[in-house]
């Protein structure tokens, strides 16, 4: 089992900033990438970014590139979402999440199935 708990969220102005974290505990030597999902009232969950351990592959979802940078230690499974420019429709609840399947190097995972192991979540509120 691995453990994920999310802090960093908070109420910002639009174009502040927030950074995120994530950090593991348990069974984390086999976690192979990590993502960061948000979800907004009423609406799914969506992809927003996720680092690959092996390779250190990356990718972002289209609404948040050259906004957010994600970055991690793999040997503690720590990651960490900098939000920049931050704007109203960037609020939600941001949800951190563990992969442990080896799927390759550059394995683009975009969806929250491919994930098992998930955080509880913090919020992140851009007032206007």
């Known amino acids: 089992q691995v453990q994920l708990v999310e802090s960093g969220g908070g109420l910002v102005l639009a174009g502040g900033s927030l950074r995120l974290s994530c950090t593991s505990s348990?069974?984390?030597?086999?976690?192979?990438?990590m993502g960061w999902f948000r979800q907004a009232p009423g609406k799914e969950r969506v992809f927003v970014s996720a680092?690959?351990?092996?390779?250190?592959?990356?990718y972002y979802a289209d609404s948040v590139k050259g906004r957010f940078t994600i970055s991690g230690d793999s040997f503690k499974n720590t990651v960490y979402l900098q939000m920049n420019s931050l704007k109203p429709e960037d609020t939600a609840v941001y949800y951190c999440?563990?992969?442990?399947?080896?799927?390759?190097?550059?394995?683009?995972?975009?969806?929250?199935?491919?994930?098992?192991?998930w955080g509880q979540g913090t919020q992140v509120t851009v007032s206007s």
């Open positions: 348990g069974r984390t030597f086999n976690t192979y990438a």
């Open positions: 680092i690959n351990w092996r390779g250190g592959s990356i």
């Open positions: 999440a563990a992969d442990d399947l080896n799927r390759g190097s550059y394995y683009r995972r975009l969806e929250t199935s491919l994930y098992g192991y």
